[in-house]
């Protein structure tokens, strides 16, 4: 099957691209980049860890916002690397559209070469891995030193949450390695707790009480 027959359907709410299949959105246009910095930025403790070299992985590259704030966040010398998985590509034009939500953000280099698998974004090299990351992360020969978990809501994709793939997750973190996610849900705490992570519960960004993040122990 191509990638176009793969691309999500699409609502749109207030510029929001919503994904028909979960009925959730990609992110709140409220607050887009600055959710990033907070959830998966800050909950990493990045920028400050970031260096040449310095591997990022992503459950769930949608509109590919986390990866430009994090290009943009990147001022050292060198290069990132960020691996996302994804089995649901957007097509180029829905992902322009999404991104044009947020002027400060650069797209262009992504949108120049998307939907290419490889891709050089300013300071990073950002591999999109296709398919259904329960078949893909296992077979993944990678290790990140952080991890972004953003699948749509646990109860709308309880597929990116399985505590299998929270297993997947932990084994392929490097020593000390980190992940974020904006959902603090009792369940996905506790499968990141029993694959490896040392988790914590913190504040979440605007109306989110709470978010959650780790260390692996
Ligand atoms: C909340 S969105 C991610 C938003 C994204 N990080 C961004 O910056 O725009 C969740 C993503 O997970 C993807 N997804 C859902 N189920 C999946 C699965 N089983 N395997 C891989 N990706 C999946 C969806 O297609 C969607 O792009």
Redesign the pocket.
Known sequence: MSDENLS?TLDWRDGTPI?TRFDDP??SLASGPEETRHTFLAGNDLPARLCAGFHIA?????????ALVTAAAWRGAGRLRYTA????PMALDDMARALAAFPEIDANALLDQWPSDRIALPGVDLEVVRG???ETLPVWTGRADAWFL???APAK?P??WEPCLMVEVARHTAPRGTFATYTAAGHVRRALAEAGFTVRRVPGYGRKRHMSRGVLA
Do not use: C, H, I, Q
């Open positions: 999500p994904a990609y992110f992503e459950l769930g590259f949608g509109t590919g916002l986390n998985f994804e089995a649901y259904d990351v329960r953003d699948g749509f994709n597929e990116m």
